[in-house]
């Protein structure tokens, strides 16, 4: 600012000593390029100035794209503090956790788009099994701030079929942010009944592996993968404890187990479920919880079928080392005959990235165990032992190349069988 007075003073001198030797008519073409050049050295100044700025604070650019990263885990997501692992590779170094995408922006609405592809190698020797290339999930997570406190989010999803190609709407969900203690979700979502499922959407890229524990597999029956509904979520007043809490309340599982009831509820009873998880502050990285799900089941063999979930979770959310750890209980019970069925299903999940070679490398280990009891007529899957042993290599801040081998069994006293699984996963 200096410097421009110094050159408008100037200015205004040479044309003091100018004024009396104009003519008058040429006086106001004189005034008009005078005020022509303050305005553009007002324009420069403004603009050094707003690069300085930039040094010490995210620039304009900058601060959209932190929103579009926080965007692409989406409302009603509880992983937040694994957001150094993994979604703030989104921008290294620039995340601003728990500010609403909708502060970050000036014009509403204002949409943004987030993707994620993957593309993957098996081979097995299972039998009926082929091995080659296939394409993953195409995945766009939407995001569009409505005002300061309501945002829009939506995540759909493109899976190859061998008749053509699937379209899922996996989320779609308004949510409305009263404060840091309340804040209210209406629509599809997923369900909160562990860690994982919130944690690690359909776009690969955010999970260290290839592939989810068998207990929460996209499609699968164990747990509800989705949920459509109420959810209300946010922080406790807990001093140093770091509680959070979600509950929700909308349609149960579909006809299909494995399917949310998107187009409404097979009877008139609403499942709920309540998740209660704990960061405390001074252990960082470290994450407790538990979670309760029920349902009442009324599709298929028996007509009636009470569900209570109950699950918990441990989890050391650091890249040296990184460790999850779930337990989930399945208890269906039967009215009509007074049967009980418990289920139970875990994993065990290791991981270090590695200090040296630009900390590209990050090998990992898991081992997952599914027990369903003999008879159990709703959930209609088998047992199953899993051990996974992989490596990532984090092609870039974007891009991710995995491989594992994994060694399972389907079923009580069945072969087991190996794999060799690639993957290359990226977001755009």
Request: neutral net charge.
């Amino acid at each position: 600012m200096r410097r421009l007075s110094i050159a408008i003073l100037g200015i205004i001198c040479l044309s003091g000593s100018a004024w009396g030797q104009t003519p008058a008519a040429d006086q106001a073409e004189l005034v008009s390029t005078l005020l022509e050049r303050i305005d553009k050295l007002e324009k420069r100044v403004a603009d050094l100035e707003s690069k300085a700025a930039c040094s010490s604070a995210p620039c304009e650019p900058e601060a959209r794209v932190v929103a579009v990263s926080q965007a692409a885990l989406g409302p009603g997501n509880d992983a937040a503090a694994h957001a150094g692992a993994h979604a703030a590779a989104l921008l290294p170094g620039q995340a601003q956790q728990g500010a609403p995408v909708g502060e970050q922006q000036s014009a509403f609405p204002s949409m943004q788009i987030r993707g994620f592809t993957d593309v993957n190698f098996a081979a097995t020797d299972q039998p009926g099994t082929f091995s080659g290339f296939n394409l993953g999930q195409f995945v766009l997570h939407i995001s569009s701030p409505l005002s300061r406190k309501i945002t829009y989010f939506g995540e759909t999803s493109f899976s190859a079929q061998p008749s053509g190609y699937n379209l899922e709407i996996e989320r779609s969900l308004i949510r409305y942010d009263y404060n840091d203690y309340f804040k209210l979700s209406f629509g599809k979502y997923h369900t909160p009944i562990n860690y994982w499922n919130t944690a690690f959407h359909h776009g690969l890229w955010l999970q260290t592996t290839i592939s989810r524990p068998e207990m929460i597999q996209f499609g699968g029956r164990f747990l509800p993968v989705h949920f459509v509904g109420l959810l209300g979520e946010g922080a406790i007043p807990s001093t140093s404890a770091g509680l959070n809490y979600q509950i929700g309340i909308g349609n149960g599982r579909a006809a299909n187990l494995a399917r949310a009831g998107d187009s409404g509820d097979v009877n008139n009873n609403r499942a709920w479920v309540m998740n209660v998880f704990s960061r405390p502050e001074r252990v960082r990285g470290l994450q407790v919880g538990a979670s309760l799900y029920g349902d009442d089941i009324t599709s298929g063999t028996p007509p009636r079928t009470q569900e209570l979930i109950s699950s918990a979770h441990i989890l050391w959310l650091r890249e040296t080392p990184e460790v999850l750890a779930e337990f989930a209980n399945v208890r269906h019970h039967i009215p009509q005959t007074g049967q009980t069925f418990n289920s139970q299903g875990y994993y065990i999940q290791v991981a270090y990235r590695l200090p040296w070679l630009e900390r590209k490398w990050k090998p990992y280990f898991r081992f997952e165990h599914m027990h369903v009891p003999a008879g159990e007529p709703v959930l209609q899957v088998p047992n199953f032992v899993g051990a996974t042993l992989g490596v990532r290599y984090d092609i870039s801040e974007f891009g991710a190349f995995k491989t594992e081998y994994r060694n399972t069994e389907r079923g009580t006293n069945q072969p087991r069988f190996n794999g060799l699984f690639v993957q290359t996963s990226f977001t755009f």
